[in-house]
């Protein structure tokens, strides 16, 4: 039995098995992250020279890498949908943003939380923190750009632009550690060497599957949401409202 | 198609893309050249700007000597950011752009002609005035040689990038400000490099590497720049 994938791009194809989809990632998505959170918080070691303040880390980390890698993704399905001008990968670029953004948010305050004990202070003009913020000021633009315009396809085009232009910053962020010479930690989590303990590792890998499937999870949802408000009046729409009243 | 049929007959897409450039660079920049006074009050908002920050902080010269490449790049972010919507609404409110847009040139050839007259008519004149400013700056003549050439070559970058921005938010109705939101965030990488190379100068390190990785990103903005901005033109036309 061969799939045809091309057939999932219609909305009213996609719109069934996203909600099909949807459990799979959220009950997973919570099961982890409660035994992420029960070893972060019980399970892992005090860091001898941190303390306990490390264990936001078991947040912070799966939320910046979740922060830079979903506006790749938000930037792919712009590309996509500037490609072959798909109505279903605008939606999914649009789902993305909100959860992008709320994760950079996450990042922020969890790294400013952290710092202040470890620095002595909430924030400091560091590269990684400095361009996370840049990041949240991408996402909250495509997002502002998106509800400037009132055309939805325009606003698709439009927004697959800016988060293509953006991402381009992207690797600019990543790299930053590199390029810059700052107070902040180089990357903890290298293939190969790690310095953390296994508990440590463990815990927060499980945790960044958490913050993974929840993302996917919510990100499926707002897509269904916004393909009934764009498609409301069309034929499938219709007969699902007529099936469930 | 009539594109082709009414255009005057231009043999293929590569020998038309210089004579596009020329064409609307020609014509911006008369079309500049008639509006001075708007060019003089740009120019006028770069020097208050600058003038403001001694007032608000303190005119001590070691103090001043150390944040004024920052103001003074800064100033020309803010200067760029207000001179954009000149690119591109004024043609778009009359229509000259949906014409300009049916015209045999490649469009990208023709926004990369405006946003050459752009620069030459802001960035261009910031660059030049920025070491006179620096001066009252207390900055010394090493500095401000690095602050001119790291000018000369960000300005440009500033023009690419803020096409992009000016094309995508025309006609809307937040647009002044939904401009800064899009593009301020995008400058960043411009201001660090352009503003770390005087640093960089000053404390003996040499400003070769903040020129050279601007340079890097200039090349970058020429060659990706006019392709986003026509697109986003085009999307805005639809």
Known sequence: MTLNWFRLASPATFYPVAGKLIPWFAWPAALLACVGVALGLAGAPTDFQQGDAYRIIFIHVPSAWLSMFLYLVMAFWGAMSLGFNTRLSAMMAQAIAPTGALMTFIALVTGSFWGRPTWGTYWAWDARMTSELILLFLYLGVIALRS???DPRRADRACAVLSLTGAINVPIIYYSVKWWNTLHQGASVRPGESKMATVMLVGMLIMSFAAWFYSIAVTLHRARSIMLERESGSAW????AETRP | MTREADSPPVSTA???VLPGVRWALVRDLRIALRSRSELAVQLLFYVIVVALFPLSTTPERNLLSTMGPGVLWVAALLASLLS???????DYADGTLEQIALSPYPLEAL???KILAHWLTTGLPV????????VQYQMDGESLAVLAAALLIGTPILSLLGAIGAALTLGLRAGGSLLALLILPLYVPVLIFGAGSVDAARSGLGATANLSLLTAGLIIAVVGAPFAAATAVRIALD
């Open chain 2, 84 to 90: 954009l919507p000149r690119l591109f609404a004024a």
């Open chain 2, 111 to 113: 926004v990369s002609g």
């Open chain 2, 127 to 134: 660059a030049l005035l920025a070491p006179l400013l620096g």
């Open chain 1, 148 to 150: 400037a315009i009132d």
């Open chain 1, 237 to 240: 729409v219709n007969a699902l």
């Open chain 2, 14 to 16: 590569a020998g038309a």
